[in-house]
Nanobody, 125 residues
Framework: QVQLVESGGGLVQTGASLRLSCAGS????????MAWFRQSPGKDREIVAA????????YYVDSVKGRFTISKDNAKNAVYLQMSNLKPEDTGVYYC??????????????????WGQGTQLTVSS
């Protein structure tokens, strides 16, 4: 059974830093582009960051550029999201996603085949 399991969410204050982790199991994600999406209260789920299978390409939504960094550890079958200078508008459920293959950093939800259950991040003001 293929699974993606996120961890690392929680309640933090404005300006804090936090790292989200996503561990894959059931198959190798070595050749998989991966991404982080989030769903904030009252909003649709949106892309936050994406990375190509080897890490050569990255994409960030404008609101997190310069504050968030996505990285991939193929040896650990994992993807991470390092977040700094967190803001209340970063609050939401963060989802990890993986695609079966491809060479790009994909931005659309429909382009991903596997999804985690999500981890809640709440940033207090």
């Amino acid at each position: 059974q293929v699974q993606l399991v996120e961890s690392g969410g929680g309640l933090v204050q404005t300006g804090a830093s936090l790292r989200l982790s996503c561990a894959g199991s059931g198959r190798s994600f070595h050749m998989s582009p991966m991404a982080w999406f989030r769903q904030s209260p009252g909003k649709d789920r949106e892309i936050v960051a994406a990375i190509s299978w080897g890490g050569a390409k990255e994409y960030y939504v404008d609101s997190v550029k310069g504050r968030f960094t996505i990285s991939k550890d193929n040896a650990k079958n994992a993807v991470y999201l390092q977040m700094s200078n967190l803001k209340p508008e970063d609050t939401g459920v963060y989802y990890c996603a993986a695609r079966q293959g491809g060479s790009d950093a994909y931005r659309r939800q429909s382009e991903y085949d596997y999804w985690g259950q999500g981890t809640q991040l709440t940033v207090s003001s």
